[in-house]
């Protein structure tokens, strides 16, 4: 079977499904760093769920609780834009990826 030149795509879509993107998950191209949250250092200030781009800070009862691994793409956007400057909630570590 060869695959459409992508000039002969139908232009547009329609997504039959709204609000299922939860039933993807996303994560297995995380390259090589996760973030490790540890709720001790952290003040609560949601910086970090705000500038998720996955969606992927778990809040519970109006507090960070850690990390959804499913949809964390391992940016790092978490870690650069937390405020806390000395032992920081969230650090990125290596995680063994597999191919
Ligand atoms: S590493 Fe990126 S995708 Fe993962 S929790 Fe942090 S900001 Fe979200
Ligand atoms: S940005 Fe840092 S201090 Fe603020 S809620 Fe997230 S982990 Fe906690």
């Known amino acids: 079977m060869s695959l459409k030149n992508w000039r002969k795509l139908t232009i547009g879509g329609v997504n039959l499904e709204p609000g299922s993107a939860l039933k993807n998950i996303t994560a297995s191209f995380?390259?090589?760093?996760?973030?490790?949250?540890?709720?001790?250092?952290?003040?609560?200030?949601?910086f970090c769920w705000v500038f998720c781009p996955e969606n992927?800070?778990?809040?519970?009862r109006e507090k960070i609780?850690?990390?959804?691994?499913?949809?964390?793409?391992?940016?790092?956007?978490?870690?650069n834009?937390?405020?806390?400057?000395?032992?920081?909630?969230i650090t990125m570590e290596d995680e063994p990826v597999e191919y």
């Open 56 to 60: 992927a800070i778990i809040v519970d």
């Open 81 to 89: 834009e937390c405020p806390v400057e000395k032992e920081k909630p």
């Open 30 to 46: 995380r390259s090589g760093k996760k973030p490790v949250f540890n709720p001790d250092n952290c003040t609560n200030c949601f």
């Open 65 to 79: 609780t850690g990390i959804n691994y499913d949809y964390c793409k391992g940016c790092g956007i978490c870690e």
